[in-house]
T-cell receptor
Framework: DAGITQSPRHKVTETGTPVTLRCHQT?????MYWYRQDPGHGLRLIHY???????DKGEVSDGYSVSRSKTEDFLLTLESATSSQTSVYFC?????????????FGNGTRLTVT | AQKITQTQPGMFVQEKEAVTLDCTYD???????LFWYKQPSSGEMIFLIY??????QNATEGRYSLNFQKARKSANLVISASQLGDSAMYFC????????????FGSGTKLNVKP
């Protein structure tokens, strides 16, 4: 299975503070993604990357930014955290451009904004 | 807009019985993949099974099979001989081959297997 590590695993922060979540993969996968998981909504795509320095917005990107300076690292930043961003965040990656390449997930980061 | 719909928020099944989890999808793309993932209470996402839009036969992986009906745009997951360890959230997902491999997920179905 793809080695995807997310850090931190848990974080509590205050409203208005910046937060950066990190994702590191060891499989040389081209595509990387950030999702948030909320009850009743499943997983919703925040941002994705299709190569180094190539990123784009997903369906719930407001209040989030990303960066990918190396193939293996994908950072998600909440510029000024709000309580609505309390969620579980998953990073995922996939290697191929063929449609049978599944997503491989990290173990998630539980973020609480107080 | 791409969309995945799972209409069963929660389901119960008796141990050793079969269960079908529903999934419908909506896309105008011709090339796409359909996936099912399992999320146990521990939180990790586990890939179960895949079906490509051009595949004519339904996918099977052990006790999991995917009932793919392209004209109806449905991709139901069938779990045969349910086990207590199958109790989990199940997510249906669709990937778009020619749209940066973006994956879209349904809202999930919580399956409880009763002994």
């Amino acid at each position: 299975d793809a080695g995807i590590t997310q850090s931190p695993r848990h974080k509590v922060t205050e409203t208005g503070t910046p937060v950066t979540l990190r994702c590191h993969q060891t499989e040389n996968h081209r595509y990387m993604y950030w999702y948030r998981q909320d009850p009743g909504h499943g997983l919703r795509l925040i941002h994705y990357s299709y190569g180094v320095k190539d990123t784009d917005k997903g369906e719930v990107s407001d209040g989030y930014s990303v960066s990918r300076s190396k193939t293996e690292d994908f950072l998600l930043t909440l510029e000024s955290a709000t309580s609505s961003q309390t969620s579980v965040y998953f990073c995922a990656s996939t290697g191929g451009s063929s449609y049978n390449s599944p997503l491989h997930f990290g173990n998630g980061t539980r973020l609480t904004v107080t | 807009a791409q969309k995945i719909t799972q209409t069963q928020p929660g389901m119960f099944v008796q141990e050793k019985e079969a269960v079908t989890l529903d999934c419908t999808y909506d896309t105008s793309d011709q090339s796409y993949g359909l996936f099912w993932y399992k999320q146990p209470s521990s939180g990790e996402m586990i890939f179960l099974i895949y079906q490509g839009s051009y595949d004519e036969q339904n996918a099977t992986e052990g006790r999991y099979s995917l009932n793919f009906q392209k004209a109806r745009k449905s991709a139901n997951l069938v779990i045969s001989a349910s086990q207590l360890g199958d109790s989990a959230m199940y997510f249906c997902a669709m990937s778009l081959t020619y749209n940066f491999n973006k994956f879209y997920f349904g809202s999930g179905t919580k399956l409880n297997v009763k002994p």
